[in-house]
């Protein structure tokens, strides 16, 4: 595709590979040519820093739109729904927690989380609501989530530790709780119930999730 630098890609569950760029929209290969999806998608100039697909096949876009001084407002959403017809957005205007998205994941009881610099939201069906922090009054910060199964997920704010999210229950895992380090910088599961987390300077730290979870 042409445009700008590529910052995400995702394979879909039909083999389409998505590429989110910085300014330039959001490609699609498929059946051997590229389709790409811009202005009429609210992606143009506007950063798409993360990708996913939800369990209905829908595609999710998570961006970071720039400030217009002149009008005094940001130019663009910054969370995108493609259903493979129409595009849907989300922005503060609609309860997120801040007009930059950091990063997406679709969680295995059909809800959508969204990674902004004002917090995370969930949303499933037509609701949205913002998880808290474990002291149960802050908006519970994130740079990334990850799905721990169910309505469960960890979130990592590079420099604060990770916060195990499901429900109403949160709990904040730092250096002075037992973790190796608070500048984490990414996350993954694998098949056997385990957490993989990656420092800032590459050492990488295998926990179960038990053992994130701790007592409830």
Known sequence: PGGSGAMAALVDSRGRLWVGTDRAGLHVFSDGAWTTHAGEAGLDDNPVHALAEDASGALWAATSPFFDAKVGKYARKNLHR???????????DEGLGYWSSMDVRALPDGSVAVATNGGVSVLKGSGLRSLRDSDGKDALRA?????????????????????????????????????????????????????WLLAENGTVFITPVRALRGPR
């Open 143 to 195: 740079k990334e989530v990850v799905s721990l199964g169910g309505s469960a997920l960890l979130a990592l704010d590079t420099g604060a530790g990770l916060t195990v999210s499901d429900g109403d229950f949160a709990r904040r895992v730092t250096s002075r709780t037992g973790l190796f380090t608070d500048r984490l910088t990414h996350a993954a599961t694998d098949g056997d119930g385990n957490v």
């Open 82 to 92: 493609f259903d493979g017809k129409e595009w849907r957005h989300w922005s503060p």
